[in-house]
């Protein structure tokens, strides 16, 4: 059974940083596109970025691009998410998620196929 196990959420202060880490495994993780999505009470789970398997091409909602980086190490099949200059409302729960490998839309949750457990994000102004 695939495993995605998310780590490294907290309570940070507005403009500081969190760097998330989800580790992969049972699965040939430099095959897949990973993402990262988050889910803030009362709202629909939302798509923040993603990462192509092998060339590393990678993918941001408006919300989060010039602010978040998403990278991954195939050696460790592990894949990260670094939040800079972090706001109140990047505050959610958030998922990495294993892309299905025929979908072409990388923002539908729909197009990811299993998801680790989520790690808190807690932003404070």
């Known amino acids: 059974q695939v495993q995605l196990i998310e780590s490294g959420g907290g309570l940070v202060q507005a403009g500081g940083s969190l760097r998330l880490s989800c580790a992969a495994s049972r699965f040939t993780f430099s095959m897949y596109t990973m993402g990262w999505f988050r889910q803030a009470p009362g709202k629909e789970r939302e798509f923040v970025a993603a990462i192509t398997g092998s060339s590393g091409n990678t993918y941001y909602s408006n919300s989060v691009k010039g602010r978040f980086t998403i990278s991954r190490d195939n050696a460790k099949n592990t894949v990260f998410l670094q939040m800079n200059s972090l706001k109140p409302e990047d505050t959610a729960v958030y998922y990495c998620?294993?892309?299905?490998?025929?979908?072409?839309?990388?923002?539908?949750?729909?197009?990811?196929?299993?998801w680790g457990q989520g790690t808190q994000v807690t932003v404070s102004s």
């Open positions: 998620a294993r892309k299905v490998a025929y979908s072409r839309d990388y923002i539908s949750a729909r197009s990811y196929d299993y």
